[in-house]
């Protein structure tokens, strides 16, 4: 199999897998492909960010303890329908007579057990509390290489002319600093709030217009007027 088609063959499970979704087999089958595939991991790694940004990007709250286990179990009967209904479940009708392609054992039923998968997981977002439009767009940051090396991850979410920082594993910054957040329009650069969150979301106090960036630096005391050192992340709108 070559290398192209064996991605093909597992990336449509990663969704399912960074949600912790898959039977042991099969999540075991994606960790081996996993180990030789640069690809996927890489889609991996976003979709771990999207994954670990969610539940940050919104007030937590405690669900009821039965709504998970409703939940599961619709993911898991939908999977036993697919799997009892055979491999033309899958696929439109028009192409049910077309020759097939060679599929490892589970992979027919993958794409619709993760779609409905993921639907439950925006489910279960949209049960517990009230989320933004429609019209919100998620921007990944580019964080610096030593941030990067520890494991941080970011993401900026804008709304019109809103936006707002989701940070994962920030370091707090030294004593008697905090990180500071900037709007970048041209070259200009103004500040737009300051914080010390670890992780967790914080609001961009100025607007922004496509092309801006959003940074964020440590500075001294309760923040500066102007940048005194290196962005830690940097995100254009």
Do not use: N
Request: glycine share 8%; charged share 20%; net charge neutral.
């Amino acid at each position: 199999m070559s290398g192209q088609l064996e991605h093909r063959e597992y990336d449509g499970a990663l969704g399912a897998y960074a949600l912790g979704a898959l039977p042991d087999d099969e999540a075991e089958r994606v960790r081996r492909h996993l180990e030789g595939c640069p690809k996927c991991r890489d889609e991996l790694e976003g979709l771990r960010v999207a994954v670990e940004t969610l539940p940050a990007s919104v007030e937590q709250v405690e669900p009821p303890p039965e709504l998970k286990e409703r939940l599961m179990a619709i993911v898991q009967s939908e999977a036993e329908l697919l799997r009892a209904a055979g491999q033309a479940a899958d696929r439109p009708e028009a192409q049910i007579a077309r020759p097939r392609r060679r599929r490892w054992p589970g992979a027919r039923v993958w794409r619709p057990a993760i779609a409905l998968a993921l639907a439950s997981a925006i489910a279960l977002v949209v049960v517990l509390v009230s989320v933004g439009g429609a019209g919100t767009r998620t921007i990944h940051a580019q964080v610096s290489p030593p941030l990067q090396a520890a494991g941080v991850r970011a993401v900026v979410q804008v709304s019109g002319s809103r936006a707002q920082l989701v940070v994962s594993g920030l370091p707090l910054p030294a004593a008697d600093h905090v990180d500071e957040l900037w709007v970048k329009h041209g070259a200009a650069i103004a500040p737009a709030g300051t914080f010390v969150v670890r992780s967790g979301s914080v609001d961009v106090s100025r607007p922004v217009r496509a092309g801006d960036l959003v940074m964020v630096t440590v500075e001294p005391g309760r923040g500066t007027s102007a940048p005194t050192s290196s962005p830690l992340l940097v995100a254009r709108v």
